[in-house]
Structures are given as C-alpha cells and as structure tokens.
T-cell receptor
Framework: NAGVTQTPKFQVLKTGQSMTLQCAQDMNHEYMSWYRQDPGMGLRLIHYSVGAGITDQGEVPNGYNVSRSTTEDFPLRLLSAAPSQTSVYFCASSYRRATEAFFGQGTRLTVV | AQSVTQLGSHVSVSEGALVLLRCNYS??????LFWYVQYPNQGLQLLLKYTSAATLVKGINGFEAEFKKSETSFHLTKPSAHMSDAAEYFC?????????????FGQGTELSVKP
C-alpha cells in the first residue's frame, strides 16, 4: 500500500495564480484533512472531511477550497495564491474518529 | 477549546543522555494524546499515543510518555539519546468525542543530539 500520497512535492507559484494540491489515500479511511506547517507554529488545520461529499473548515481556511467526491481523494485548491500561503502542506487520513492520523510526505509551496 | 503547549522550541542533549520533551495540554473533554516525529524533509510519523488505557505509553525507537491528568501533561522521554533521534517532535491532542480526527498540534520541539 502507498498510504497517503501527495503531489507535487515542490511548487513555486506567482502571486494570483491558482493551483490544486493533490492528496490520495488507499487505506479506505473515512477522515481526511489538510494542515499547513509554518516555523514555530506547528501544524494548523485548514480543512477536513469526514466522508465523501462532506467537508468542513478548520482553524485557517481562508484562501483555500476543498471538495471530497470520492473516499480516496481530497484535493486542496488555492484560487489566488498569496505570499502568506508559502508553507509546507500536509494531507492526513484516519480510519475512525480520534485515532492517529497518517500523513503524506508534504508539498512545499512557495508563492513569489 | 483544546490547546497544546510544548515547552522549549529547541532541546540539545549529548548522545547517551536522557531525552525529555515537555508537553502540556488543555482539553474540556477526555483527550487522546499523540507524539509525532518529523525527520528533515519528511512527513510526520507516529511515535506513540494515549487513548485512555495505560497511563505509561511505550512507543517506537525506545520512546515512552506518561499521561498525568493532575498535571495535564504528556511528556516524552527516552533513557539514552542516539544520533538518529535528531528530529522535530510534535505533541498533539484530539477530543475523544470529536468527529473528523482533527488534531491540535503544539509548536514543535527540535531535538539536537551532540556526539
């Protein structure tokens, strides 16, 4: 099993560009989530999903959209990138509520 | 509301010395608690978790943590540090009755191990 797969691993965007960070898991996990990691701030929850067709906002949702059309995939969309969105993004999935999350390898995004 | 505080953003120990990474949490409901490790340019890997069974939890790579409700703490320890333990460590909490598997993370502690 591949676990949680994120693509791309690195990306440079210009301010105002849009892009989609991809996340796929092959563990049939119900829950999926997106976090961003910034120095000295740990990981902060952006959006999460408890199942296909159901999403909700986390701590820092502004500037990001998500959808969950299948159990396996949970893409994160940046509609108009800003320098403040320069960060490392992690996708995670878990089988049931409040058990440990499995993380992807991350996407390092730079917005110039 | 839940929160996690990790005391010390950087900890440096000598090889063979005790590792102690501190984590205090705040939660209005019984929590689940986790320690994750992140090696450079990698994702997060679970070290250990507390889910209301034994208060002393043993994890991978010789790490363990003790849940102390009276002190709202979940400190991570390892008796003897190894060079390969150098990494960033994150304490995290989730509410036992919270849907979505949402985790609240501390700010992280970078562990350096000196030869």
């Amino acid at each position: 099993n591949a676990g949680v797969t994120q693509t791309p691993k690195f990306q440079v965007l210009k301010t105002g560009q849009s892009m989609t960070l991809q996340c796929a898991q092959d563990m049939n996990h119900e829950y999926m989530s997106w976090y961003r990691q910034d120095p000295g701030m740990g990981l902060r929850l952006i959006h999460y999903s408890v199942g296909a067709g159901i999403t909700d906002q986390g701590e820092v949702p502004n500037g990001y959209n998500v959808s969950r059309s299948t159990t396996e995939d949970f893409p994160l969309r940046l509609l108009s990138a800003a320098p403040s969105q320069t960060s490392v993004y992690f996708c995670a999935s878990s089988y049931r509520r409040a058990t440990e999350a499995f993380f992807g390898q991350g996407t390092r995004l730079t917005v110039v | 509301a839940q929160s996690v505080t990790q005391l010390g953003s950087h900890v440096s120990v000598s090889e063979g010395a005790l590792v102690l990474l501190r984590c205090n949490y705040s939660s209005s409901v019984p929590p689940y608690l986790f320690w994750y490790v992140q090696y450079p340019n990698q994702g997060l890997q679970l070290l250990l978790k507390y889910t209301s069974a034994a208060t002393l939890v043993k994890g991978i790579n010789g790490f363990e943590a003790e849940f102390k409700k009276s002190e709202t703490s979940f400190h991570l320890t390892k008796p003897s540090a190894h060079m390969s333990d150098a990494a960033e460590y994150f304490c995290a909490v989730s509410a036992r009755y919270n849907q979505g598997g949402k985790l609240i993370f501390g700010q992280g502690t970078e562990l350096s191990v000196k030869p």
